[in-house]
Nanobody, 119 residues
Framework: QVQLVESGGGLVQAGGSLRLSCTAS????????MGWFRQTPGKEREFVAA???????RYADSVKGRFTISRDNAKNTVYLQMSVLKPEDTAVYYC?????????????WGQGTQVTVSS
């Protein structure tokens, strides 16, 4: 069983930066995708970013060039560095782990951390 604990959310002004962290307990292989989804009220959860093998990444078009995902396999931790934040980035961000080849089908979800970007 994998458990995920996120941290780093908060309130920031538009144009600012935040870094989210997520540490996984349990057996995590470097081949597993670790990443982030987000959700705003009334909308479905949407993919944000994912990484595997420490050097393979995927990003949603909406965050490319602004967000950077990274991973420390020794610590079972994934990070999301968010820059040039926009009000539309406001959401609950969920850390996820996908054990298969599809980063868009997570098997495990964290509890979520709120990110609020004020205009």
């Amino acid at each position: 069983q994998v458990q995920l604990v996120e941290s780093g959310g908060g309130l920031v002004q538009a144009g600012g930066s935040l870094r989210l962290s997520c540490t996984a307990s349990g057996r995590i292989f470097s081949s597993y995708w670790m990443g982030w989804f987000r959700q705003t009220p009334g909308k479905e959860r949407e993919f944000v970013a994912a990484t595997r093998w420490s050097d393979t990444t995927r990003y949603a078009d909406s965050v490319k060039g602004r967000f950077t995902i990274s991973r420390d396999n020794a610590k079972n931790t994934v990070y999301l560095q968010m820059s040039v934040l926009k009000p539309e980035d406001t959401a609950v961000y969920y850390c996820v782990v996908s054990t298969g080849n599809n980063w868009y089908e997570p098997a495990y979800w964290g509890q979520g951390t709120q990110v609020t970007v004020s205009s």
